[in-house]
Nanobody, 131 residues
Framework: QLQFVESGGGLVQPGGSLRLSCAASGSRLDRFDIAWFRQVPGKERIIISCIAGGDFIKHYVPSVKGRFTISRDNVDGSVNLQMNNLKPEDTAVYYC????????????????????????WGQGTQVTVSS
């Protein structure tokens, strides 16, 4: 069973940057598809980016595309999210996630991973964007 320990959250001013990381253990990371989700109080957790399938194409929701970059390092077993030009609406708890053979769905903005395919989760890290 893949397990994650998250790090990197915090308070940042609008326009600033943060890098979130998840250190994986318990299994080989290269056997998994990976994603980042976020959740604000009172709302459901939503996927914002993923890398799935053998093509390793990165998918993003429109609200973060061009500002966030998902990456993985299968050698050191880490999953990362570089967040630039942060906005107050990015304030949320962020979760890394992993699953195997995750399917993709077609949206009006391109493909995105099916959320239900992810079953290993980090503990979550708070990101607050405020002046």
């Amino acid at each position: 069973q893949l397990q994650f320990v998250e790090s990197g959250g915090g308070l940042v001013q609008p326009g600033g940057s943060l890098r979130l990381s998840c250190a994986a253990s318990g299994s080989r990371l290269d056997r998994f598809d990976i994603a980042w989700f976020r959740q604000v109080p009172g709302k459901e957790r939503i996927i914002i980016s993923c890398i799935a399938g053998g093509d390793f194409i990165k998918h993003y929701v429109p609200s973060v595309k061009g500002r966030f970059t998902i990456s993985r390092d299968n050698v050191d077993g880490s999953v990362n999210l570089q967040m630039n030009n942060l906005k107050p609406e990015d304030t949320a708890v962020y979760y890394c996630a992993a699953g195997q053979n995750v399917r993709q769905r077609i949206t009006s903005d391109g493909n995105m991973c099916v959320e239900a395919g992810f079953y290993s989760w980090g503990q979550g890290t708070q990101v607050t964007v405020s002046s």
